[in-house]
């Protein structure tokens, strides 16, 4: 079946620093593709998603490309902030409305 | 401002209890889900339900129920709580088409069965 597989954590950086989460997947059709991310203490909310293959999702500095040929999501920023360490979430759609998550990664950043 | 409440952010139950977790949201969605996340487990669908008094299992749907009487409240029912589903439990809801829009997230609801 379909599945998500990203970066054990935690992932550990100084403030400004450069983040890469790793994320791939595994799917029969042409999924969608989506970041979540969970701050300490609340629920998840999107971060960013890509619907077909070679687009780019962006919001509040992160970006990840859609990669088919790799099949592969994984999240980017320049430069990290302490307010940016919360747990991150992959995730697919395939056709219908429910969402297959991979199991998480938790960054933390340090000032 | 779009919203999905749980009815409790920590619940203590005892193992055998019935218990029920609600969720609410404002927004007129279809679809709404159930999910818990464990460490190292990522979140697992363990029912959503796709219009009122519709449901579908998820992944891990044994000793939980639901129920779905209005389209804005979605309830998991643990029948007989046991050990093994302390757990963070997540509630969602999303319109039809996940390509076009996403699902909300409520802020989790924290069990401890004793």
């Known amino acids: 079946g379909d599945s998500v597989t990203q970066m054990e954590g935690p992932v550990t950086l100084s403030e400004e620093a450069f983040l890469t989460i790793n994320c791939t997947y595994t799917?029969?059709?042409?999924?969608?593709l989506f970041w979540y991310v969970q701050y300490p203490g609340e629920g998840l909310q999107l971060l960013l998603k890509?619907?077909?293959?070679?687009d780019k999702g962006s919001n509040k500095g992160f970006e990840a490309t859609y990669r088919k040929e790799t099949t592969s999501f994984h999240l980017e920023k320049g430069s990290v902030q302490v307010s940016d360490s919360a747990v991150y979430f992959c995730?697919?759609?395939?056709?219908?409305?429910?969402?297959?998550f991979g199991t998480g990664t938790r960054l933390q950043v340090f000032p | 401002d779009v919203k999905v409440t749980q009815s409790s952010r920590y619940l203590v139950k005892r193992t055998g209890e019935k218990v029920f977790l609600e969720c609410v949201q404002d927004?007129?969605?279809?679809?709404m889900f159930w999910y818990r996340q464990d460490p190292g487990l990522g979140l697992r669908l363990i029912y959503f339900?796709?219009?009122?008094?519709?449901?579908e299992k998820g992944d891990i749907p044994e000793g939980y129920s639901v129920s779905r009487e209005k389209k804005e409240r979605f309830s998991l029912i643990l029948e007989s709580a046991s050990t093994n589903q302390t757990s963070m439990y997540l509630c969602?809801?999303?319109?039809?088409?996940?390509?076009?829009?996403?699902?909300?997230f409520g802020p989790g609801t924290r069990l401890l069965v004793l």
């Open positions: 995730a697919l759609s395939d056709q219908t409305d429910k969402l297959i």
């Open positions: 969602a809801s999303s319109p039809t088409g996940l390509k076009l829009f996403t699902q909300y």
């Open positions: 339900s796709y219009d009122v008094k519709m449901k």
């Open positions: 927004m007129d969605h279809e679809n």
């Open positions: 890509a619907t077909k293959a070679d």
């Open positions: 799917a029969t059709g042409y999924p969608s």
